[in-house]
């Protein structure tokens, strides 16, 4: 770039996995010590030592899942030109996008349905928040003493979240965990979710003077309008 134009970027992805279920050894402690968790033939018991309260978590691994896979995107672009000397524009943009899926799943041979139906959630969310920057800068120095500066910003901001939220009991195939909620006994699954968005402008300035780089006095002020106060309200200078 030319002496007078500084641009640059940054971008960074990022993808997860994460994987949870019960915890086994906070349930095993309340085994009876001498119950065996299988029997002669090596078949899985759900309830050692033939009490109902008491319930096998050996076998959760295999039929409690709670996965959550998530996606995130985080990016900005800035550009500066010096239009003259000490006066200089500033310009950034940034962008959050971000993903999340969780699937819960919890079959019927498990410490958690204690042979009840299996039952199943699906939820997932996508958020997106952008932010636009304006700012120019003036600074002068006046016969060796004097210096000023001054700072003049406008912000634009915008997020935007939705939620949303499946679960579905007495699934009907277990082998299909989260997939497919609407193969339950009862015929219903159960939706809901939420949704946000909200919208913030700025306005700043501010001026700096200094007094042979030992006294300082400083002046700002801030204006803010917000989607999110009443609308009789939105607007605040301080």
Do not use: C, M
Request: hydrophobic share 35%.
């Amino acid at each position: 770039p030319r002496e007078f134009l500084n641009f640059g970027t940054n971008i960074n992805y990022s993808n997860a996995i994460r994987n949870a279920g019960t915890d086994l050894y906070s349930t095993a402690i309340g085994q009876f010590p001498l119950a065996t968790p299988y029997d002669a033939n090596g078949n899985f018991l759900l309830n050692p030592g033939a009490d109902d309260q008491v319930f096998n978590p050996l076998n959760d691994p295999n039929t409690v899942f709670d996965e959550t896979r998530s996606n995130r995107l985080l990016a900005n672009i800035f550009g500066q030109v010096n239009i003259l000397k000490g006066l200089s524009y500033r310009a950034a943009f940034g962008v959050d996008v971000n993903s999340t899926r969780r699937g819960r799943f919890n079959g019927a041979v498990s410490s958690v349905r204690r042979n009840a139906a299996a039952n199943a959630n699906y939820d997932t969310g996508n958020g997106l928040v952008w932010t636009l920057q304006n700012q120019i800068n003036y600074d002068i120095t006046i016969a060796d003493k004097h210096d000023f500066s001054a700072t003049v910003v406008q912000e634009l901001r915008k997020r935007r979240d939705e939620e949303s939220f499946s679960s579905a009991q007495e699934l009907t195939y277990e082998s299909q965990r989260w997939y497919a909620l609407q193969n339950n006994a009862k015929g219903v699954t159960e939706v809901s979710g939420n949704y946000l968005q909200d919208q913030l402008a700025s306005h700043l300035g501010r001026i700096n003077y200094s007094y042979n780089k030992k006294y300082i006095l400083s002046a700002a002020l801030r204006h803010d309008v917000s989607s999110r106060l009443s609308p009789q309200n939105q607007s605040l200078h301080f």
